[in-house]
């Protein structure tokens, strides 16, 4: 392999940072623990920059550097600790930005409901994009549990957000119907004014 300069290595790095944070949050739901968890693994993949034999590996390089940075976080956490939860705010366009909120809310809610080894195997794969075969190097699990998890991750996830859509569609039906009825009872006023 061809040793790159520690600052061209860097600048690579750099380039998963946000990537690396968005998974670690994905796994703890805390923010500053997220990026402590990726400037750990940042600096750790800094400093064994020499152990990446494969250049075009380095997604599955970091995410493993990355899971085995949350297993030590683990190991170290009290039982009873808490974990906080990011609440998200809408910049503009209030209405569109808060339907968008809450269906973006609603999935990391449901995907924070996964157990963390599904909850793992649905970021590595649909969020960091990695194929089954690198989860399992990340994670050290067979592909089969890869894929197990994943569809067991995927289903619950499906059920819930259907469950979601519905509860909304009954919700919008209601306040349509609601307007149409005050809608129209205004016009009937206005038309026995005018009688």
């Not at 809408?90 to 930005?97: F, G, I, P, R, V």
């Not at 157990?115 to 050290?140: G, N």
Request: net charge negative; aromatic share 6%.
């Amino acid at each position: 392999m061809l040793q790159i300069t520690a600052s061209l290595f860097k600048h690579k790095l750099m380039k998963y940072q946000s990537n690396l944070f968005c998974l670690a949050y994905s796994w703890c739901n805390n923010r500053d623990t997220a990026q402590d968890l990726t400037q750990e693994s940042l600096e750790k993949a800094l400093a064994k920059r020499h152990q990446l034999t494969n250049p075009d590996a380095i997604k599955s390089w970091l995410a493993k550097i990355l899971s085995n940075c949350w297993k030590d976080h683990l190991r170290r956490q009290k039982p009873n600790d808490d974990i906080e939860t990011l609440s998200l705010a809408s910049d503009y366009n209030l209405e569109t930005e808060h339907e968008r909120d809450q269906i973006v809310i609603k999935v990391r809610d449901s995907i924070d409901q996964l157990p963390l080894s599904q909850r793992q195997v649905i970021t590595l794969v649909d969020i960091f994009e990695l194929s089954y075969a690198e989860v399992a190097k990340t994670l050290d699990i067979p592909i089969g549990t890869v894929m197990s998890r994943l569809s067991r991750a995927r289903q619950q996830l499906r059920h819930q957000l259907v469950d979601y859509r519905n509860e909304n569609t009954a919700q919008a039906t209601g306040r349509k119907a609601a307007e149409s009825t005050q809608s129209n009872n205004t016009n009937d006023d206005l038309i026995l004014e005018e009688h």
